[in-house]
Every structure is written in C-alpha cells, then in structure tokens.
C-alpha cells in the first residue's frame, strides 16, 4: 500500500506542470506591446540577416578584380565604371571616388568619406529596430510586472477574514512577473543580434574602406591639377 501509494504521488507531481500560453494569457493586457515589439524585432532581424550579408554589400567577384587592377598598377577610371554599375555599397563607394579622377587628390578622398558613411548609415538603419527592442521591452516587462503587483496586493485587502491571503497574493504576484519574462525573452535575442550585426558592419565595411581608398590611390595618376582662374583684372577691352 505504501508503494502503491508514492507511485501515485509521483505520478500525480510529474503531471504538475506550466502552460506556456496559458502563462502568456496571464500576463495581461500588457503583452499586447510586448507581443508586437517581439514581432518588430523578428522582422528587422531576418531584414539585416540578408540585408548585412557580404556578398550583397562587397561582391566578391567585383572586389577581386578590382584588388587585380590595383596590384597591377593600372586603373582606367572608364573601365573602373564599367565594372561598377552601383549595385552594391562596395560599386558605389568606389564610383564616388572614381567619378572624380580629374579633380584634387582631397576632393576625391572626400567624395569616397562621404559615400562610405552614407552606406553605413544605411546598413545601420534597421539595426537600431533592434537596439530599440532590447531596449524598450524589458522596460515593458516591468511595467506589467509593477502593475500585476499593485493589483495584487489591492485585491488582497478585499479579502474577507476567512479566505487565505498567502495563497491568493502567491497568484498574484506569480502571474506578474510573467511580463518581465516576456519582455526579457524578447530583449536578450534582440540585444545579442544587435550587437552582431553591429560587429559584421565593422568589418564589411572595414574593408571596403581599404579597398576604395587603394583605388582611389591608383586614380592619382590620372588626376590633374584644376589651373586656376585666369585673372582679367587691369586687361583693356
């Protein structure tokens, strides 16, 4: 009999266990927001993951024959055009600079700056989705947390004398802090991809850096210097 009965108890506590979308329903209105920032940052996640690839933003094929060209010493600004129509944030950095081959070393290098931080602002721009998201849900997660606690301990003082409060307020708070799991499972995955992407940023764009300030190296033998105004001050009509 006594066998018989721990096996009944086991058995009994192996089927004790947490829905999980029960748990969810009970975090209450406020996984409502928490909800729609998860999406949010599952959509801008799988956004930057083809977005940030390497071979969209630097083709390989374009950067090795560009590479080519430079150990040779032999660029043709013509030619450089040709090979990048603009498709790519490596074909635009590099047309910048080369669109410029007749003008002033400065103007070029300036050209090429200023193209290089407009595509990074752009590979930047859906990744602070993320960054908001980590940022912004375990925030929300407190919040419901804060006001599932505040409900509780206010029904608990509309208890009458006879119904357990221990048990009652145990609910309450249990059933509170599920906002703040919520909001936890949305942010740590945000903020941990945020933080990647950042990374492969830095370092696609590193060497695009590198490779476009070689070229714009090569176009220097093309460039010349812009004469100066001629002066017609003093000249007889």
Avoid at 36 to 44: I, N
Avoid at 47 to 52: H, N, P, S, V
Avoid at 65 to 79: F, I, Q, T, W
Avoid at 132 to 144: K, Q, S
Wanted: net charge positive; with cysteine; glycine share 10%.
């Amino acid at each position: 009999m006594q066998i018989a009965l721990v096996l009944g108890q086991t058995a009994g506590a192996k089927q004790i266990g947490i829905d999980f979308f029960d748990l969810m329903v009970r975090g209450g209105v406020f996984m409502i927001p928490i909800g729609l920032t998860s999406l949010v940052v599952a959509t801008f996640l799988f956004d930057r993951w083809i977005g940030l690839r390497r071979g969209r933003l630097m083709p390989a094929r374009i950067a090795n024959l560009l590479r080519g060209a430079c150990k040779l010493g032999v660029l043709d600004p013509v030619e450089t055009l040709k090979l990048c129509p603009g498709e790519s944030a490596l074909e635009r950095v590099v047309r910048a600079a080369v669109t410029r081959a007749n003008r002033h070393r400065s103007e070029i290098q300036g050209a090429l700056s200023d193209t290089l931080q407009r595509e990074v602002d752009r590979a930047y721009a859906n990744v602070r989705w993320l960054n908001l998201g980590a940022g912004i849900a375990p925030l929300l997660g407190l919040l419901g947390t804060v006001w599932g606690l505040i409900r509780a301990f206010h029904d608990t003082t509309k208890l009458t004398a006879g119904q357990n409060r221990a048990d009652f307020l145990a609910v309450g708070i249990y059933e509170a802090l599920v906002t703040t799991l919520a909001g936890l499972m949305v942010a740590i995955p945000a903020a941990v991809a945020s933080h990647y992407f950042e990374g492969r940023i830095n370092r696609i764009f590193g060497d695009i850096e590198e490779l476009s300030r070689d070229v714009a190296d090569r176009l220097e033998d093309h460039s010349q210097t812009i004469p100066p105004p001629i002066s017609t001050k003093g000249r007889v009509s």
